[in-house]
Nanobody, 114 residues
Framework: VQLQASGGGAVQAGGSLRLSCKAS????????MAWYRQAPGKERELVAN???????NYADFVAGRFTTSRDNARRTVWLHLNTLKPEDTATYYC?????????WGRGTQVTVSS
């Protein structure tokens, strides 16, 4: 199983980014996918997850600013980050739990300046 994430970068507060994650090695359409983030000195935390049927759940801190979506035919999931805040600065990871274990993408850095 491989997860290839991309799309991070540096933006000013209020800006937007789109992260993408392409999966291989799994029957993508049947799995829930998740996005996590980890800021320096902090634990990794769940940002959002999207189920096989496209329904999604978000952490409270997202507060309507982020949206996750998926395209099963392209085996890709996206995380749209809007109205970014400096506290959103972190490394973002995509995740899938398959074959009774977690698989992680490499991580993509998001840096938000004030």
């Amino acid at each position: 199983v491989q997860l290839q994430a991309s799309g991070g970068g540096a933006v000013q507060a209020g800006g937007s980014l789109r992260l993408s994650c392409k999966a291989s090695g799994i029957n993508f359409s049947i799995y829930s996918m998740a996005w996590y983030r980890q800021a320096p000195g902090k634990e990794r935390e769940l940002v959002a997850n999207i189920n096989a049927d496209g329904s999604a759940n978000y952490a409270d801190f997202v507060a309507g600013r982020f949206t996750t979506s998926r395209d099963n035919a392209r085996r890709t999931v996206w995380l749209h980050l809007n109205t970014l805040k400096p506290e959103d600065t972190a490394t973002y990871y995509c995740n899938v739990r398959a074959y009774s274990r977690d698989f992680w993408g490499r991580g993509t850095q998001v840096t938000v300046s004030s």
